[in-house]
């Protein structure tokens, strides 16, 4: 029935968001450590979904086949650069032009 393949999903979903704990909680670990942490049938299972979630932009990291491991990128901490002081900024100056111009609109001339 229709209830399979969401549970379906939803396993999918949640070992997903696995791989994405794992990878912020480890910058290298094997393949089969994430096989046994997620409940996975094998390496090669793991090897799989680690591979399909790097392609999907879930966790940037690199797979080395040969030594059978997941090695984690660097995450750069986006609040140590100027780009959310420079978002908020357009921001609070696109509020400011609506007040301006709601005011001058509603003066009588």
Do not use: W
Not at 25 to 47: F, N, P, V
């Amino acid at each position: 029935d229709e209830t399979y393949t969401l549970i379906l999903r939803l396993r999918h979903n949640v070992i997903k968001a696995g791989v994405r704990i794992i990878s912020l909680s480890y910058s290298r670990i094997s393949l089969e450590a994430i096989a046994e942490k997620l409940l996975l049938d094998s390496a090669d299972d793991a090897e799989y979904i680690v591979a399909k979630c790097i392609r999907d932009g879930v966790i940037e990291a690199t797979i080395d086949h040969k030594n059978r491991f997941v090695a984690s990128k660097d995450v750069v901490d986006v609040y140590a650069t100027g780009e959310p002081q420079e978002a908020f900024h357009q921001r609070i100056m696109f509020c400011l032009k609506l007040h301006n111009d709601s005011v001058k609109s509603m003066r009588y001339p």
